[in-house]
């Protein structure tokens, strides 16, 4: 097969589809290929059972704008479900024994889950002094600003649960940038964060409520509406070997398709994979900066799905509970999510989410299905106070490149693909490498995308 376009986008996952619904929408010529035999990457709902689960990212949060917007755009073709006002009660484990994590200053005072001396040291917090080293980890951040109970029962295992991630190795500026800008701008977490509050939104701001969604039916019920919207005769599934290569003012992209090989003439590129990825599909580009870019690291994570058709557990009353490193358990965390989302589990039963691994146990990864097992159904019944383990259903799943580390190297990486963008005209790099994890995220990054087409 042979065939000339506009612009091509590598990867179909959220934002790769996201980029190709909108280049759409703009009436540009656009192919869109994807190594699997399935649009989506790591989105993927599954019915099982009497159960409704994702094989990827469970749940998003209505961070920008863009995400009401492109639901909006999507003309009812899926159906945004946000989550219950139970997502809004919190756990940390401490000492065995879930605690609300504290959603205010007041909250803090009282919680067993911070220090006597850091529950003073909060109120100090508004007139500290703006930090001025821009590589400053999230970790030192934190105890400088409030101290260290404060990072091992609030920041840590909320790191955990985002990034599956180490504090000491993100820095705050790359990893929770509005963080950064709270100290930066306002000089202080609480005092910016209350100033925020009465600082007037314009109606697209408003759009941006911090609401935890999904979709009605799974998240793959968005694929579906993302592939028919962008037009389903312009994605190529299963291209394997891909390999870009300039020619002039063009780029010659050539692949094979069931044995076949694919050629592809193009004006612009936009990749939207993984760092991992580009090396071999981008053998021009320069080696040093291709360096740089793979100097980003993935945690390793595994997710476990379990379901019980009837629940003889803990009342799952919140979004679910994460668990410190400094508890020493095998588990990271667990997510209630058939108490925050409709139709995920039968009447009077429960689904959940437990995940281990993550920058600090890769080790955990390393475990077959029989030893996951074990340690599922012993640190689950634990902390869940299940008397007896007998899911109705029970998954593994496991992800080798999970969540991207915006750690140290976060500067040269971006660095290096301004670079690569600028040497090669017409090359635009996307993906999770950059601009965020979340699906907020990938949406918002695949909306750019197009605008920049």
């Not at 704008?65 to 401490?94: H, M, Q, T, W």
């Not at 793979?294 to 595994?302: D, G, H, P, Q």
Request: include cysteine; glycine fraction near 10%; hydrophobic fraction near 35%.
């Amino acid at each position: 097969m042979e065939k000339t376009v506009e612009v091509a986008v590598i990867g179909a996952g959220l934002t790769g589809l996201t980029t190709a619904f909108y280049l759409k929408k703009k009436n540009k010529d656009f192919i869109l290929l994807e190594e699997k035999d399935i649009p989506g990457g790591v989105i993927q709902t599954r019915h099982e059972n009497g159960f409704t689960y994702e094989e990827g990212p469970n749940t998003g949060v209505v961070g920008n704008p863009e995400v009401p917007e492109l639901f909006e755009d999507l003309n009812g073709l899926c159906k945004c479900e946000i989550a219950s006002e139970k997502v809004n009660k919190r756990y940390i484990l401490k000492e065995g024994v879930w605690e609300p994590m504290p959603m205010g200053p007041i909250q803090a005072v009282n919680t067993p889950l911070f220090t006597l001396k850091d529950k003073f040291r909060l109120l100090g917090e508004p007139f500290r002094s703006s930090g001025t080293n821009p590589n400053e980890p999230l970790s030192e951040m934190v105890k400088r600003r409030m101290g260290q109970s404060f990072l091992d029962y609030a920041i840590d295992p909320f790191i955990l649960g985002v990034y599956s991630g180490d504090p000491s190795r993100l820095i705050t500026k790359y990893a929770f940038p509005k963080l950064y800008n709270l100290e930066q701008n306002y000089g202080s977490f609480i005092g910016g964060s209350i100033k925020k509050m009465f600082e007037k939104k314009d109606e697209r701001e408003k759009k941006a409520t911090r609401k935890v969604f999904s979709v009605e039916g799974g998240l793959s019920e968005l694929i579906s509406a993302l592939c028919k919207s962008a037009g389903e005769d312009s994605l190529l599934l299963n291209i394997k070997n891909i390999e870009v290569n300039p020619a002039g003012d063009y780029f010659i992209i050539t692949a094979m398709q069931n044995n076949e090989k694919v050629t592809i003439t193009t004006k612009k590129i936009i990749t939207t994979t993984g760092s991992y990825t580009l090396r071999p599909m981008l053998p021009f580009a320069d080696n040093e900066l291709l360096n740089a870019v793979e100097k980003l690291k993935y945690a390793r994570v595994i997710q476990v799905i379990l379901g019980f058709k009837q629940w003889k557990g803990m009342e799952l009353d919140g979004f679910g509970g994460l668990i410190p490193f400094i508890e020493k358990r095998e588990i990271l965390g667990v997510l209630f999510l058939s108490a925050l989302l409709s139709y995920r589990a039968p009447e009077g039963g429960a689904l959940c989410s437990v995940f281990l691994g993550g920058v600090r146990r890769e080790d955990l990864t390393d475990k077959t299905d029989d030893e996951v097992k074990i340690i599922v159904e012993r640190e689950f019944s634990d902390v869940m106070r299940l008397k007896e383990f007998n899911p109705d259903l029970f998954k593994i799943i496991r992800y080798r490149y999970a969540i991207p580390q915006y750690g140290i190297e976060s500067y040269e990486k971006l660095q290096a693909l301004e670079q690569l963008q600028s040497t090669y005209k017409g090359l635009i790099i996307g993906g999770n490498l950059r601009d965020g994890i979340g699906m907020a995220d990938r949406i918002k990054q695949g909306k750019h995308l197009a605008d920049i087409i």
